[in-house]
């Protein structure tokens, strides 16, 4: 196999990141993605973008703290380039507080994140409410600049991209040699991975640029995440939920409970309101498949359930998802030159 032809379906930030990574770890690969929605349609544009991890309960620590280093570690470097802005990556400082202390002083993710320490008695001064908090210095990815930035990196290594609804992998065994699962929520309808659920998270994008520090409770509920033009005001967590419409008595309550930690987002405007399903499952799934009907066989890798934290890992999970690829390859390689002795 000259060029091996690898689909990768999926165009939110798993899918394209994923399809990146391919062109890095093997350059001769014909890579295509195929998507049914391209961004700004995809959970993934919804999402704030903040590299906070979120506890993935049935993947081992080591795995996601990799993963999230990995990620962290990259976009560091893209925060730190000409490219920056452009890609929507940026430092953001701010504050996690709780009302209570919380069981794990020391989150896993805390050696990563920068200047990861308690707050001070004058900051928490701020929040009447709560009684202690940590501070540190973390990246977030405003979306659609990224999804965009992604792409155009894609386009630039040759990458092919279809608008296409995948409805079962095996239309796909003619076509490609390899096929990537990044289908997010959609896997659950694809082949009906019960263990996939969506988890429905209401935002409002709101233009407030006076606000610069993120401020995230504790329970993860509600949380100020300022971007580079909009702030992400959140939240909610509907589990088993799949409606896509926004409620306006939940708008009213996100932006309440934010004012009350904010009280400068009284004066907001421009709020636009959103929703997202995060596909969630206990663990992400990161695996190779080869798939077997009537003594055909078709590769995949799957990269799918990232849930409420997709962002904060994607890099280190699409390297893996590459790496498989890559295991792939080398199986159809050894087994094709078999065949032709
Ligand atoms: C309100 C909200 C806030 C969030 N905030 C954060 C945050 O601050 N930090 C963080 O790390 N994470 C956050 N997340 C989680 C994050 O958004 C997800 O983990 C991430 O977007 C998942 O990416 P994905 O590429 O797997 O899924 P998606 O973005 O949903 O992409 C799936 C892609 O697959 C395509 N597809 C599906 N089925 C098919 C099919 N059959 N054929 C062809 N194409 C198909 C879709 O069209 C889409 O392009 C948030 C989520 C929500 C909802
Ligand atoms: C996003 O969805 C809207 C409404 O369905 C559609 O008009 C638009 O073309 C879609 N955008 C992309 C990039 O697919
Ligand atoms: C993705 O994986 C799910 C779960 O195994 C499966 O149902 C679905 O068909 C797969 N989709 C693609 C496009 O590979």
Redesign the pocket.
């Known amino acids: 196999m000259a060029s091996p032809k690898v689909a990768v379906?999926?165009?939110?930030?798993?899918?394209l990141s994923t399809a990146l990574c391919i062109t890095e770890t093997c350059p001769s690969c014909s890579v295509t993605v195929?998507?049914?929605?391209?961004s700004p349609?995809?959970?993934?544009?919804?999402?704030?973008?903040?590299?906070?991890?979120?506890i993935y309960p049935d993947t081992p620590i080591h795995r996601q703290k990799q993963w999230f280093q990995e990620t962290f570690t990259y976009l560091f470097a893209l925060s730190n380039s000409a490219e920056a802005s452009e890609a929507g990556i940026h430092l953001v400082s701010g504050w996690q507080i709780f009302k209570s202390t919380p069981k794990e002083e020391l989150p896993f993710w805390s050696d990563i994140v920068l200047g990861f320490r308690p707050m001070s008695e004058a900051e928490l001064q701020k929040f009447p409410q709560h009684r202690f908090g940590q501070a540190f210095t973390t990246l977030k990815c405003d979306c659609p600049p990224y999804l965009l930035w992604l792409k155009k990196r894609l386009k630039a290594t040759g990458t092919q991209m279809y608008t296409?609804?995948?409805?079962d992998l095996w239309e796909l065994h003619s076509e490609y040699d390899i096929v990537v699962n990044?289908?997010?929520?959609?896997?659950h309808?694809?082949v009906g991975d019960k263990q996939l659920f969506p988890?429905?998270?209401?935002?409002l994008k709101v233009h407030a640029p006076w606000v610069t520090q993120f401020i995230r409770d504790g329970d993860g509920l509600t949380y100020i995440?300022p971007g580079i033009h909009r702030v992400?005001l959140?939240?909610t967590r509907e589990k088993g939920s799949w409606s896509l419409s926004p409620d306006a008595g939940t708008t009213k309550d996100i932006f309440d409970r934010c004012c009350s930690l904010e009280p400068s987002l009284q004066g907001a405007q421009d709020i636009k309101v959103?929703?997202?399903?995060?596909?969630s499952r206990q663990c992400v799934r990161v695996q190779r498949e080869v798939l077997s009907k009537g003594g055909v066989k078709l590769p995949v890798v799957h990269n799918?359930g990232?849930?409420?934290?997709?962002?904060?890992?994607?890099r280190g999970t699409a390297k893996e998802a590459a790496h498989l690829v890559e295991e792939c390859i080398s199986a159809l390689q050894s087994s094709s030159s078999r065949a032709k002795l």
């Open positions: 379906v999926g165009a939110g930030v798993i899918g195929l998507s049914d929605q391209f349609n995809t959970t993934s544009d919804v999402a704030a973008g903040m590299l906070i991890p979120h296409r609804k995948v409805a990044c289908t997010g929520m959609g896997a309808q694809l988890v429905r998270g209401q935002v995440y992400t959140g939240g959103k929703v997202g399903l995060r596909p799918y990232h849930g409420a934290g997709g962002f904060s890992v994607h």
